[in-house]
């Protein structure tokens, strides 16, 4: 059973930096693709960044330049890197892993989320 558990969340001042991970058992994550998306009170669960196999990025325009995504096989994990925080990047950020090594393809699985609230 593939289990994805996610940590780092936190309140931080805007400005501010955060690192999130997200390690999984059960799974051997070099294989697949990874991603972390995030949900806003009232908003839907939205894409925030993703990595293939092969460490190809995609990060969608508002966290661009500011977040970076980065897996670390020997661990099996992936990090959310976020910096210059704003409070419109307050959500609960979920990770998730693709059914294969490109993040073309169907997220299989999700982790239970980790709250992040940007507020001074």
């Known amino acids: 059973q593939v289990r994805l558990v996610e940590s780092g969340g936190a309140l931080v001042q805007p400005g501010g930096s955060l690192r999130l991970s997200c390690e999984a058992s059960?799974?051997?994550?070099?294989?697949?693709?990874l991603g972390w998306y995030r949900q806003a009170p009232g908003k839907q669960r939205e894409l925030v960044a993703r990595?293939?196999?092969?460490?190809?990025?995609n990060y969608i325009e508002s966290v661009a330049g500011r977040f970076t995504i980065s897996r670390d096989n020997a661990k099996n994990t992936v990090y959310l890197q976020m910096n210059s925080l704003k409070p419109e990047d307050t959500a609960v950020y979920y990770c998730t892993q693709y059914n294969s090594g490109t993040y073309y393809s169907k997220i299989d699985y999700w982790g239970q989320g980790t709250q992040v609230t940007v507020s001074s």
């Open positions: 059960g799974s051997i994550v070099s294989i697949y693709a």
């Open positions: 990595i293939s196999r092969s460490g190809n990025t």
